[in-house]
């Protein structure tokens, strides 16, 4: 007996339970080896995460295609994983030192090493128990790790090889630095953050004529003392007779070239630039076109480090304050800024002034501006890859779902740059790279393999003898000394990058690696096509030489339910355990579902998801309807239907397989709020509130044969409908197909596949009863007739056909429309509201029932507010001034409240004319 409320966090944990004891969702089922594989791989979340929103959507729609390609019969493996996530994991495990006065200095590498693992076996991979709350239907069995043993050799070989080709090198480069960690970090973990700061205007005296200087204008003067150039632009009357002159660097007192660039910008500032190359990025591209030195005036915590720096010492004046500059030695850039600023004013250098509003990048973790910071950095040209990548996509080897994004990704790879792969941290895949006693790099996949490499190229130079090799070959404690390992660790996007065939066992040739690569699906976000995908393409490309996957699907954003993006700063930020907690994971996943519209960021509302979760109840309250009926399933599911003769029955069947037709495309072609919006609008709509409700005169009645063929229908109609909906509400639907007497789990079960079944008479009748119900519903609504009131209706000169239908289902017609009598005529009569149903006209009598000029007078006063509620709307939309300072989301609200109003007004002004009409 199924029990009166649907309780999903029962439900939830009993088919969680179900799932694992049935090995439902691994890979390579016995019965399944000869099926077409299907692959998709997680996009590993960090193994220091909690489940977000994003996360809820993007597996939701993975396990949406991995739960309906399963009951296609195809063998399914949805690789799971976590990401080691090292800056992120090296800031939590520190962050749990401190709080016991333990500093990461204060420990030998493998020491901390060893405490990030005991966390992360601890407490790391909370994720994964939150994504099997959400339903995910991963291969639990097969759970990877970016730091695995299998996975880390990946690593080590794809990085030898791309040193043996010579797509990775070494070399001194600017790299966005964070200085509260201490190292380089990628473009992704730098976010932009408006700043109020200022801008000086400094005097730069020209050399030779001390009277007459060029004014530079900059919002860093603490850079300065790194300056190598002042750049003008080329075609800047201002400059003219200046370009190829020098300046002098106020305190500094070195010389420097003025230049012509087209940098730099006249509109902008004094229209004169300091190019500082050590220091930002753009003056590092100019210090190159105009072969600049690059004098780093910053230590790795961005403070002032000019003591024993030979560039920096080496272009002083004799007539610079040498203490006066050393005595900035170790401030921090914003302790030394205030100083040099004093500096510049004392001096009578600084010109002016000015507030200035600008874009300062920050760490995304740290808080703390990103410094642009010279220094040796492993890095991989990836020119060429990116060039096998492009194609890939170009030729349709790989496709993007929307199709819009391809034209991201072609903009990122063809102006693509050297990829900085290091990272000054310790928790992450250390760099396989070895420095001899001369500096000369040895890369290789293991310390023994270093060795010899060394030993080998240090005899044939003649730094060693045979026999001293030998010796040292002998000893490894002596052989380990005589080489330094590299210090640094992988971008973790390095390893990431090579996903989705490392869990798969490469470079060994396993059996997985053959039946499951390429995989077939990506469904990932549109911030990381890049930083993510991209790579993927170009490894992917490199190491197998075939892409990771067909078809890339590119989910938008969740954000809160007024369009603004979700932030703990705002206090919007919807926790999808909450919710899952509070209304089910099936409501949850069926909301994102149906709002999930290709190119359109989902607005999320609790109320939206409570409205999914009242989906649910009905389901489950159809579930108990049918059985207290007899309409029992009829042992395994099967796609066949069952032969029908009643009119009803033929419909719903018809009905079904059109239902089943359209969810079926939807999932294939991506459209998952089409695939959702019509298994629920064929669920609620047509089988709940018409199918039942029309059947229950079968059910109810003592024509046996025909109860019989209800009760067949009405069970294989509702057992599709579970089928349909198991992608979507995995836990409801699951425990429905138990609780109808099956012992396997619907997860298996095969997706239904009926067909076209043709019955135009069918629905030709049914469509007339439902469209007369509709029409009668919709006019007593408008009109303000009591819930509780019989009308009449009349059939004015109705066909044979209609007046056949009218009396074949004139006791339903009269239940469902609350109709006192059906009765035909010549005409309407007076006093009465037309309805037209196909080509035929019906009429609701309301003389007695609803007083028409009171009626007609409450609908012009509410059209009358409307009226002025879409002026008022019209008016702020046409103001450009709101349009422009307005967030986006408070503008896109307005339009949909005006959308709302349009509609209500139209309704109105409907009912209005039918109110003319009657009188």
């Known amino acids: 007996m199924i029990d009166k409320f649907f309780d999903h966090a029962a439900v939830e944990a009993r088919q969680s339970a179900r799932w694992e004891e049935a090995g439902a969702f691994r890979a390579g089922r016995p019965d399944r080896a ?100 959400l339903g995910a239907s991963c291969d639990w069995s097969r759970e990877r790790f970016t730091m695995d043993e299998g996975l880390s050799r990946a690593v080590l070989r794809v990085f030898v090889n791309l040193h043996r080709d010579g797509l990775v090198y070494r070399d001194k480069r600017l790299v966005n630095w964070d200085p509260h960690f201490a190292t ?125 720096n030979d560039a920096f010492l080496d272009g002083l004046e004799p007539g610079a304050d040498l203490d006066a500059l050393l005595a900035l030695e170790g401030l921090d850039r914003a302790e030394a800024r205030k100083r040099i600023v004093e500096m510049l004013e004392a001096s009578g250098a600084l010109a002016a002034v000015e507030p200035h509003l600008h874009s300062v990048p920050h760490g995304d973790r740290s808080g703390v501006p990103v410094e642009p910071y010279l220094t040796d950095q492993w890095f991989v040209d990836v020119q060429g890859l990116a060039r096998r990548a492009l194609a890939a996509v170009r030729s349709g080897e790989t496709r993007f779902v929307p199709e819009s994004w391809e034209k991201t990704y072609f903009q990122w790879l063809e102006n693509i740059q050297p990829w900085t792969v290091s990272r000054q941290l310790w928790w992450g895949h250390r760099i396989p790279a070895w420095y001899g006693p001369d500096g000369h790099i040895f890369v290789a996949e293991t310390d023994e393999e270093a060795g010899a490499q060394a030993l080998a190229y240090y005899v044939v130079n003649g730094t060693l003898s045979e026999p001293e090799a030998e010796t040292l070959a002998a000893d490894p404690d002596r052989l380990a000394a005589f080489l330094t390992r590299d210090e640094d660790v992988l971008d973790t996007w390095f390893s990431s990058a090579l996903w989705p065939f490392s869990t798969l066992g490469w470079p060994e040739e396993t059996p997985e690696l053959a039946r499951y690569y390429p995989t077939q699906t990506l469904v990932t976000g549109f911030d990381i096509i890049f930083f993510w995908v991209a790579r993927m393409m170009m490894m992917g490309l490199y190491c197998t030489g075939r892409v990771p996957f067909d078809t890339v699907y590119i989910h938008a954003l969740v954000r809160d339910e007024r369009g603004a993006k ?26 994102l579902s149906a709002m999930a519209a290709q190119g359109r960021d989902i607005k999320l509302s609790p109320q939206r998801v409570e409205g999914y979760r009242n989906f649910a109840t009905k389901i489950w309250n159809a579930a108990r309807f049918a059985e207290m009926n007899g309409c029992v399933s009829a042992g395994d599911a099967s796609s066949a239907p069952p032969e029908a003769r009643d009119v009803l029955n033929r419909w719903i069947l018809a009905e079904c397989s059109r239902a089943v037709a359209e969810v079926t495309r939807a999932i294939e072609e991506y459209r998952f709020n089409d695939a959702a919006g019509a298994a629920y609008r064929f669920t609620w709509n047509t089988f709940c509130d018409w199918h039942l409700e029309l059947a229950k005169p079968l059910l109810f009645g003592t024509d046996e044969p025909a109860k019989a063929e209800a009760r067949r229908t009405t069970a294989f109609v509702f057992d599709t409908v579970l089928q349909l909906l198991h992608p979507f509400m995995p836990f409801l639907t699951e425990e429905l197909w138990r609780l109808r007497g099956r012992d396997s789990v619907l997860a298996l079960a095969p997706w239904p596949d009926l067909g076209e079944i043709g019955a135009e008479e069918a629905e030709a009748e049914i469509g007339w009863v439902i469209a007369l119900v509709s029409e009668v519903r919709s006019a007593r609504s408008e009109l303000g007739v009591a819930p509780g009131a019989q009308v009449p209706l009349v059939l004015v000169r109705p066909s044979p056909a209609t007046r056949d239908r009218a009396e074949r289902w004139r006791d339903t017609l009269s239940r469902l429309a609350r109709l006192s009598a059906i009765t035909e005529a010549d005409k309407a009569p007076g006093q009465s509201v037309q309805i037209l149903v196909g080509e035929e006209v019906a009429a609701l009598p309301l003389a007695g029932i609803v007083d028409l000029a009171a009626e007609t007078e409450r609908l012009n006063r509410e059209a009358g507010k409307l009226e002025a509620e879409i002026a008022k709307i019209d008016a702020k939309l046409g103001n450009e001034s709101f349009v422009a300072r307005a967030p986006e989301e408070v503008v896109e609200e307005q339009r949909e409240r005006r959308a709302e109003a349009e509609t209500r007004r139209g309704r109105i002004e409907e009912a209005l004319a039918r109110l003319r009409a009657a009188a």
């Open 34 to 133: 000869d099926r077409d594989p299907y692959c998709i791989v997680i996009p590993p979340p960090n193994v220091t995460g909690s489940l977000h929103m994003g996360h809820a959507l993007n597996n939701t729609l993975q396990d949406i295609l991995c739960r309906f390609e399963r009951m296609r019969g195809r063998d399914v493996l949805w690789q799971v994983g976590l990401d080691h996530a090292g800056i992120a994991t090296q800031m939590v495990v520190e962050r749990r030192l401190a709080e016991r006065n333990i500093q990461r200095r204060d420990l030998e590498r493998d020491e901390f090493v060893q405490h990030v693992w005991e966390w992360k076996e601890q407490s790391g991979g909370q994720i994964v128990g939150q994504l099997k709350r």
């Open 566 to 591: 979700m932030s703990k700063s705002k206090g919007n930020v919807i926790d999808p355990i909450e919710v899952i907690d509070k209304y089910g994971a099936d409501a949850l996943r069926f909301t």
């Open 184 to 308: 380089a970090i990628s473009d992704l973990e730098v976010q932009p953050v408006e700043v109020k700061g200022h801008l000086w205007h400094i005097r730069y005296p020209l050399a030779g004529e001390p009277d007459r200087y060029i004014e530079v204008a900059t919002t860093r003067p603490e850079t300065m003392l790194g300056d190598v150039a002042v750049a003008v632009h080329p075609d800047d009357p201002r400059f003219n007779g200046l370009i190829g002159r020098e300046a002098v660097l106020p305190l500094v007192g070195r010389r420097i070239r003025i230049v012509a660039d087209t940098y730099s910008d006249p509109e902008k500032g004094t229209g004169a630039v300091k190019i500082t190359p050590a220091h930002d990025f753009n003056d590092f591209q100019v210090g190159r076109r105009h072969g600049l030195a690059a004098i780093n005036v910053f230590g790795p915590r961005a403070e002032i480090r000019i003591a024993g």
